[in-house]
């Protein structure tokens, strides 16, 4: 299976929408329960919850595939920064926004990569089991 393709746009679509519409949910909750926290320990909180959203979105779309799941699982993680910061410069106003900016790439790439690796460990684990 040395030809098999790359997911579409729609996929990788769909990781960047659920990993980013968890990061949205919890922006409403923090911003109810927390307002007007932009201190670092938010941050830094928040960068915990943008981890398990990618690894979510990223593992998602990669536990089905047979090669490439750390490739796939950076792409994802990239396209839901891209999609988060596109709507955090709709929503908010630019220092708002770019608030923590290199915390959130870090974050959105580190759990894309673990949702990768993760599917990887996965699928050599069921290699082993079959042989």
């Known amino acids: 299976m040395a030809g098999e393709d790359l997911p579409r746009f729609e996929s990788y679509l769909g990781a960047a929408a659920l990993a980013c519409g968890i990061t949205?949910?919890?922006?409403?909750?923090a911003s109810l329960y927390f307002p007007g926290q932009t201190a670092l320990n938010f941050t830094l909180l928040s960068a915990l919850i943008y981890l398990e959203a990618a690894f979510l979105g990223a593992f998602g779309l990669t536990r089905r595939r047979l090669t490439k799941h750390l490739h796939v699982g950076v792409r994802a993680g990239i396209g839901a920064w891209m999609t988060n910061m596109v709507f955090r410069l709709i929503v908010f106003d630019l220092s708002e926004a770019l608030w923590g900016v290199l915390?959130?790439?870090?974050?959105?790439?580190?759990?894309?990569c673990l949702g990768g690796l993760f599917a990887s460990m996965i699928h050599r684990?069921?290699?082993?089991?079959?042989s």
């Open 24 to 29: 949205w949910l919890w922006d409403y909750f």
């Open 103 to 112: 915390v959130y790439l870090t974050s959105f790439l580190v759990g894309g």
């Open 125 to 130: 684990g069921e290699a082993g089991a079959k």
